[in-house]
């Protein structure tokens, strides 16, 4: 059987978080999570240029703009044109948006996205920090965005439909004995602590926590926090909550153990999975190179999902 390697997840260019092993009971080993982003600091400052742009039409709906001449834009810069009255935005949330971008010179629209009511995925607000900044929900705002190699300088107009926390939220569930022990630090990463035995020969799975939104089915591009650990040291391979940025797979692009971990998932939950090498990356020696040989452990939030196509 042909093994497919995580999209996520890389051979070349693992951190591998080496602990000493010791003897007795195992040890828990924490993962590591990468400081908020204070998306406030993160956001464009106001300028002459986005305060002189006049924008009409009602936030959830494509915008309209009148520019003072064609624009001069050196430096980003934004302006808070509409106060939504939703919770303000975190460097730990995710963010649905949609907008309206219009040439700079000209002021034609070229492109509208996000309004049409097509599933999409919201993003790491840090990822566009820079233009909601720690923007209230059903804020709009508009950028002056400098030209750069692939496009010209633009107006964007951005408006923040929603925002849902980076983590799971689903209902705690019973633990399943035999499976490792997984504990929550603060920023919603995971403790976990392997057990001290032979791991299992088949892949397990357990939910963690149980959400009630849509379910993962095949073929479906997930939003997920993840972290992977050996088995057999207890060490950290790879940790989207240390990278600080939830990440986007699809299903049928990942390990066949992993698939279990998301299809038939429902979005809010967290799921423990435990994945033999044959599901995995391969039978072999155990090294600390790649993941050969290693019965692996994942925790995944499950943030959101969409259908393909």
């Not at 924490?30 to 986005?50: F, I, M």
């Not at 810069?77 to 303000?88: C, F, N, P, Q, Y």
């Not at 999975?273 to 019965?295: F, H, K, M, R, S």
């Amino acid at each position: 059987m042909r093994i497919r390697h995580v999209a996520a997840l890389p051979v070349a260019g693992l951190t591998l978080i080496l602990l000493t092993g010791c003897s007795g009971s195992p040890a828990p080993t924490k993962v590591e999570a990468a400081p908020p982003v204070d998306l406030c600091a993160l956001a464009a400052p106001p300028g002459a240029v986005s305060d002189a742009i006049v924008v009409k039409g009602e936030v959830g709906a494509p915008a309209s703009v009148n520019l003072p001449g064609p624009l001069t834009i050196t430096g980003a810069e934004r302006t808070v044109v509409v106060e939504g009255g939703g919770e303000k935005l975190d460097g730990a949330s995710l963010v649905d948006y949609a907008m309206t971008v219009f040439d700079a010179a000209s002021g034609e629209q070229v492109r509208v996205q996000g309004y049409d009511g097509a599933p999409s995925l919201p993003v790491p607000a840090a990822t566009v920090g820079q233009f909601v900044g720690c923007a209230t929900v059903g804020s709009r705002v508009v950028v002056a965005a400098p030209a750069t190699d692939q496009e010209a300088a633009s107006v964007w107009v951005v408006d923040v439909l929603g925002s849902t926390p980076a983590r799971a939220t689903g209902a705690d569930q019973e633990p399943v004995d035999g499976m490792p022990k997984v504990d929550l630090a603060e920023s919603g990463a995971p403790i976990v602590t392997v057990p001290g035995e032979q791991p299992p020969a088949e892949n397990q799975v357990a939910v963690l926590k149980k959400g009630d939104g849509a379910v993962v089915v095949p073929g479906d591009t997930v939003m997920v926090q993840y972290a992977g650990l050996r088995w057999s040291d207890g060490t950290v391979f790879d940790s989207s909550w240390t990278t600080g940025a939830p990440t986007a797979l699809v299903t049928t692009d990942v390990i066949e153990g992993y698939k279990q971990a998301l299809e038939g998932h429902s979005v809010g939950s967290q799921v423990l999975v435990v994945i033999p090498p044959a599901e995995a990356y391969g039978e072999g020696e155990i090294n600390e190179i790649d993941l050969t040989g290693e019965t692996l452990v994942f925790v995944v939030d499950i943030l959101d999902t969409t259908q393909a196509g």
